[in-house]
């Protein structure tokens, strides 16, 4: 089965810029979206197919995808997008989607 | 404006069975690629999907999981249902559901989501 890998933690501090990887076996071929998830809501997509970005989401969040890796930039970090990030694939073997274990980004 | 709900019990003992309903607004489940999804989230876990319902009744079930697992829907109600049996105390999680507008491709993603709704398996 397809594995979408995720560090556990990320930290960064205020107006830096933060960078999430989620690794996968030649991820650059399939479409990535990405989640993030404050505690106790249910996710909010910020990134959807490697790097558009739904209406609402600020510029700061973009994302790439290369090879084995995808990455979610966020600049200029807020204190506010403190929050687990998932990243997200669909398989089209199976028609099922994975996720990634999720990052936690802290903001010093 | 897209809304999703889930309902159903926060407490079920191991061995029953789990029902759980969406119901929603905003989009119709007879629109071409349109689908809704359940996932799940154990306390302090990742996201799991569980299963999803397609606009033309087309089911996918998560493989390690479909034994349990049945998606159906209500269109003229705006629902949709999730039963999973013999539920056990590794299924406690929040469970989601989501709704999606290209489903089967790779902008397979979900743009709305539920609040979800807190399932405890224990005796």
């Known amino acids: 089965s397809y594995v979408l890998t995720q560090p556990p933690s990320v930290s960064v501090a205020p107006g830096n810029t933060a960078r999430i990887p989620c690794g996968g076996d030649?991820?650059?071929?399939?479409?990535v979206h990405w989640y993030q998830q404050r505690p106790g809501q249910a996710p909010v997509l910020v990134i959807f197919y490697d790097s558009d970005r739904p209406s609402g989401i600020p510029e700061r969040f973009s994302g790439s995808n290369s090879g084995n890796t995808a990455t979610l930039i966020i600049t200029s970090v807020e204190a506010g997008d403190e929050a687990d990030y998932y990243c997200q694939v669909w398989i089209s073997s199976t028609d099922h989607v994975v996720f990634g274990g999720g990052t936690k980004l802290t903001v010093l | 404006q897209v809304t999703l709900r889930e309902s159903g019990p926060a407490l079920v003992k191991p061995t029953q069975t789990l029902t759980l309903t969406c119901a929603f607004s905003g989009f119709s489940l007879t629109t071409s690629g349109m689908c809704v999804s359940w996932i799940r989230q154990p306390p302090g876990k990742a996201l799991e999907w569980l299963a999803r319902i397609d606009w033309d009744d087309d089911k996918y079930y998560n493989t390690s999981l479909q034994t349990r697992l049945t998606i159906s829907k209500d269109t003229s109600k705006n629902q949709v249902v999730l039963t999973m049996t013999n539920m056990d105390p590794v299924d406690t999680a929040t469970y989601f559901c989501?709704?999606?507008?290209?489903?089967?491709?790779?902008?397979?993603?979900?743009?709305?989501w539920g609040q979800g709704t807190l399932v405890a398996v224990s005796s």
């Open positions: 989501a709704r999606s507008r290209n489903c089967g491709s790779s902008r397979y993603y979900f743009d709305s």
């Open positions: 030649n991820i650059e071929n399939k479409g």
